[in-house]
T-cell receptor, first 114, second 112 residues
C-alpha cells in the first residue's frame, strides 16, 4: 500500500496525559499537512510542512500541540496535557511539492480523552 | 466504525437516480476546489477537482459545476450506487500553500 499511513488508528487516554501520533506520507510527496476533524464537521487545518520546514500553523494549534518532520519524511503530532476538547480525529495528508493539487489523506487517528 | 455524518444535512436518493450535492464557498479569491468523499472510519478520498478558470469538469460518473458569481459548487453523481453512500465535502484553496478549507459536508444515503 503506497497511501498515507497513520498510527495508531485509535488512542484512548486520560485527561492530562501526553499523546503522540505518527504520519507516513506518500513517499515522493514533499508537502505534509495535519488536520483535525470533530464529529459532524469537515477537517480543519492545523499545520503544514514543506520537506522538514514547518511553514504554517493554525491558531487552533495551541502551545500544547507540537508537530515535527525531522527528516522531511514521516511526521509526528504531539499533544501535551490532553483536555476533553482534544477528542477528535486527527488526519494527515500529503501532496507533491509543486503547484496546487489534491491532498491525499490517511485514515486518521481517533483520539478519545476520558 | 464511528459515523462521520452525525448532524449533517442528508440527501437520500434511490439507487440508479442522479444525485446533486451543493456547496457554498466563502472566499471569492479561492481558485481551486475539490470534492472529497468520506466513508465511516476512513479519511477523505479525492473525487474530482476544478480550477477557477473552468465552469465544469467531468469524471467517471461525476461532474463538478462551479459558479463563481454566486460562489457555488455542485457535485453531480450519475446513476448513484449503494457504494456512493458517504459524507461529501467540498474544499476550497485560496493561497499558494495548498491549504484547504472544508465545508461542513453532506451525507448521501443511497436506498436500494
Amino acid at each position: 500500500d503506497t497511501g498515507v499511513s497513520q498510527d495508531p488508528r485509535h488512542k484512548i487516554t486520560k485527561r492530562g496525559q501526553n499523546v503522540t501520533f505518527r504520519c507516513d506520507p506518500i513517499s515522493e510527496h514533499n508537502r505534509l499537512y495535519w488536520y483535525r476533524q470533530t464529529l459532524g464537521q469537515g477537517p480543519e487545518f492545523l499545520t503544514y510542512f514543506q520537506n522538514e520546514a514547518q511553514l504554517e500553523k493554525s491558531r487552533l494549534l495551541s502551545d500544547r500541540f507540537s508537530a515535527e518532520r525531522p527528516k522531511g519524511s514521516f511526521s509526528t503530532l504531539e499533544i501535551q496535557r490532553t483536555e476533553q476538547g482534544d477528542s477528535a480525529m486527527y488526519l494527515c495528508a500529503s501532496s507533491p511539492g509543486t503547484g496546487t493539487g489534491p491532498q491525499h489523506f490517511g485514515d486518521g487517528t481517533r483520539l478519545s480523552i476520558l | 466504525g464511528e459515523s462521520v455524518g452525525l448532524h449533517l444535512p442528508t440527501l437520500s436518493v434511490q439507487e440508479g437516480d442522479n444525485s446533486i450535492i451543493n456547496c457554498a464557498y466563502s472566499n471569492s479569491a479561492s481558485d481551486y476546489f475539490i470534492w472529497y468523499k468520506q466513508e465511516s472510519g476512513k479519511g477523505p478520498q479525492f473525487i474530482i477537482d476544478i480550477r477557477s478558470n473552468m465552469d465544469k469538469r467531468q469524471g467517471q460518473r461525476v461532474t463538478v459545476l462551479l459558479n463563481k458569481t454566486v460562489k457555488h459548487l455542485s457535485l453531480q453523481i450519475a446513476a448513484t450506487q449503494p457504494g456512493d453512500s458517504a459524507v461529501y465535502f467540498c474544499a476550497e484553496n485560496k493561497d499558494n500553500f495548498n491549504k484547504f478549507y472544508f465545508g461542513s459536508g453532506t451525507k448521501l444515503n443511497v436506498k436500494p
